[in-house]
């Protein structure tokens, strides 16, 4: 049996999530990065895109617009602006905004509204990425 370890992501509504877990994958400013138990104590910010949680054996994937990452030899902990499991998203919402981004990205923008547009874009790509499971 693989070794496992607690993980807890946080976000300002609710606890997220709080289960003992064998594996998260993560996307951080350096890349993604897997943890299993064990791993070296690390800190770190989180970048838009999925995380995805191995759980008895299955893998979970979920939305996460960014935060940080605590990681520690038995738990890890994650604190994001937003997550969401696939059946939480509203795909229409995701679309549209996508389509909205899309639109400001082919205006002129200053340097703050572009790097807003590629982020609200990068949020609705991952959103529909996400959902893309379900069906």
Same mark, same amino acid.
């Given at each position: 049996? #693989? ?29 993604? /990065? ?13 970048? /838009?895109?999925?995380?995805? /949680? ?5 893998? &979970?994937? #979920? ?5 940080? /990452?605590?990681? &520690? ?31 400001? &990205?082919?205006?002129? $923008?200053?340097?703050?509204?572009? $790097?807003?547009?590629?982020? #609200?874009?990068?949020? #609705? ?8 499971? &379900?069906?």
């Amino acid at each position: 049996m #693989a070794r496992s370890f607690h993980l807890e992501i946080l976000i300002p509504e609710r606890v997220f999530f709080s289960e003992t877990v064998e594996a998260v994958n993560v996307k951080t400013q350096d890349g993604e /990065i897997g943890i299993l138990s064990g791993h070296m104590p690390l800190v770190s910010t989180i970048d /838009i895109g999925p995380i995805k /949680i191995k759980k008895d054996v299955k893998w &979970l994937e #979920a939305f996460l617009s960014g935060g940080y /990452i605590e990681i &520690l030899q038995d738990s890890v902990t994650v604190i994001a602006d937003t997550a969401e499991w696939p059946w939480e998203i509203d795909i229409n919402r995701a679309k549209a905004a996508e389509e909205r981004a899309r639109e400001k &990205l082919r205006n002129r $923008l200053s340097q703050v509204e572009y $790097l807003q547009a590629q982020a #609200a874009l990068q949020r #609705a790509l991952t959103r529909l990425r996400v959902t893309r499971k &379900l069906k």
